[in-house]
């Protein structure tokens, strides 16, 4: 079996193969890369490949991992399965764009990489976007938008080349960054599509947060289908090295429901069944609430030619 069905993957930050020590030793089959297994918010399952640190940068990737276009393959098929928690995400996202516009990005254009079925570019024209687009992989997706969203997103993976340089007000990445195979030079493709002083915002994973740290291998961050996860450091040092300033680092607040937040708990159906009864029973299943759920928000502006020249 010396079939080489992964393959050595490279630290986005400092560029270099290997030079990294072993988190955890991978967890997968090679038939647990496929579509099912790639959904955005299936149970935690434990499959997950061998998770190392970078040991000049402390980047965290997986490595090694499942070649890229296979990735782009499976995500093609992937399935749009959250959306019971959609009106939630919204919430949350939007609360991080108005903090994004209030940093004095222009409402003109918007950009969502991996826009799933389009709530979120919903969400930006309530707040006074007057054009949004979309990105986004997956069929099953985009077939879940609405008729007055649909148009608007693009099929497939975000590449160099996809929309125009000097497009875009806003360019937004939301639990995305972690899933790239190469997120340095996708945000090197968004900057170029940035209009001058132009704002990045994502949001994603924090493998520095508490949550994280105390499940350590049983977070459901320590997943197949993250190639990457970032801390506050190595968000910022991304950003810093693919053509922006960063204005925002920080501790994200998710809206969730009770219901959701259960799903998340990583221990057995049984367990949580009769805790599930109880808030459907109350109906307290639909109640949401914010809380740090382990995420964390950068919000970082296109830096000039000048100032990237440096000294
Ligand atoms: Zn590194």
């Known amino acids: 079996m010396s079939e080489t069905w992964l393959n050595p993957t490279r630290c986005a930050i ?4 290997g030079n990294a020590s072993e988190i955890y030793p991978a967890r997968l089959e090679r038939e ?5 297994i790639f959904s955005a918010r299936r149970k935690p399952d434990g499959v997950h490949y061998r998770l190392v640190r970078c040991q000049s940068c402390g980047l965290v990737r997986s490595d090694p991992a499942a070649d890229p276009r296979r990735l782009a393959e499976i995500y093609a098929e992937s399935g749009f399965d959250y959306a019971g928690e959609v009106e939630n995400l919204a919430a949350t996202y939007g609360r991080y764009l108005r903090e994004t516009v209030a940093l004095g990005g222009g409402k003109g254009s918007l950009l969502e990489i991996g826009c799933g079925n389009g709530f979120f570019l919903e969400e930006a024209l ?41 497009t875009f007000d806003v ?10 195979p190469d997120p340095a030079r996708a945000l090197e493709a968004a900057c170029e599509m940035l ?10 994973h924090d493998v520095g947060a508490m949550s994280a740290r105390v499940l350590g291998e049983k977070s459901p961050i320590v997943d197949v289908e993250h190639t990457f996860l970032f801390g506050k450091g190595t968000l910022r040092r991304l950003l810093e090295s693919s053509g922006f300033r960063v204005e925002r680092i ?23 069944k009769p805790w599930t009864r109880l808030a459907d029973g109350w109906r307290l299943g639909r109640l949401s609430l914010w809380l740090p759920l382990g ?10 030619p000048e100032a990237r020249a440096g000294p």
């Open 32 to 36: 647990d890369l496929r579509p099912e």
């Open 195 to 204: 209009k001058p002083g132009g704002l990045l915002l994502c949001l994603n």
């Open 250 to 272: 920080g501790t994200a607040w998710n809206r969730c429901s009770l219901q959701y937040l259960l799903h998340l708990v990583p221990v057995a159906d049984r367990l949580k």
């Open 171 to 180: 360019i937004c990445l939301f639990q995305v960054l972690d899933h790239l």
């Open 295 to 304: 995420n964390l928000f950068g919000i970082a502006r296109r830096s000039s």
């Open 126 to 166: 309530r707040q006074g976007f007057r054009d949004v687009r979309g990105i986004e992989p997956s069929a099953d997706a985009i077939r879940a938008a609405s008729p007055a969203i649909a148009p608007r997103i693009a099929p497939g993976v975000f590449r160099r080349g996809a929309f125009e340089p000097g």
């Open 14 to 17: 400092c560029g270099g193969e």
